[in-house]
């Protein structure tokens, strides 16, 4: 079974920086797309950046300029380079990968289970 394993989250001061990695691990036919999501208390999930394959990044407006998505193919990896950091990036970050196990079957999304990230002053 497809399974994604997170690293990076913690505790980081205003204005720090940190680097999250998630690593795909299970029998995938082929990847579209990886990427990050986040949801902070009282609010919905949102696209924080994800990169294709081919590697063509999407990111929120909000993190443009300060975060930047790199991934390795080869490796089934996806990273999260956080820099400067505010209070409003506090939120718990999950990975998703979008992929087809078959040929024959459509793109389904995986989920990680999470990691907190908190930006304190």
């Known amino acids: 079974q497809v399974q994604l394993v997170e690293f990076g989250g913690g505790l980081v001061q205003a204005g720090g920086s940190l680097r999250l990695s998630c690593s795909l691990s299970?029998?995938?036919?082929?990847?579209?797309?990886m990427g990050w999501y986040r949801q902070a208390p009282g609010k919905q999930r949102e696209l924080v950046a994800a990169?294709?394959?081919?590697?063509?990044?999407n990111y929120a407006d909000s993190v443009k300029g300060r975060f930047t998505i790199s991934r390795d193919n080869a490796k089934n990896t996806v990273y999260l380079q956080m820099n400067s950091l505010k209070l409003e990036d506090t939120a718990v970050y999950y990975c998703?990968?979008?992929?087809?196990?078959?040929?024959?079957?459509?793109?389904?999304?995986?989920w990680g289970q999470g990691t907190q990230v908190t930006v304190s002053s």
């Open positions: 998703n990968v979008r992929g087809r196990i078959t040929t024959l079957s459509g793109n389904v999304d995986y």
């Open positions: 299970g029998s995938i036919f082929s990847i579209y797309a």
């Open positions: 990169i294709t394959t081919g590697g063509s990044t």
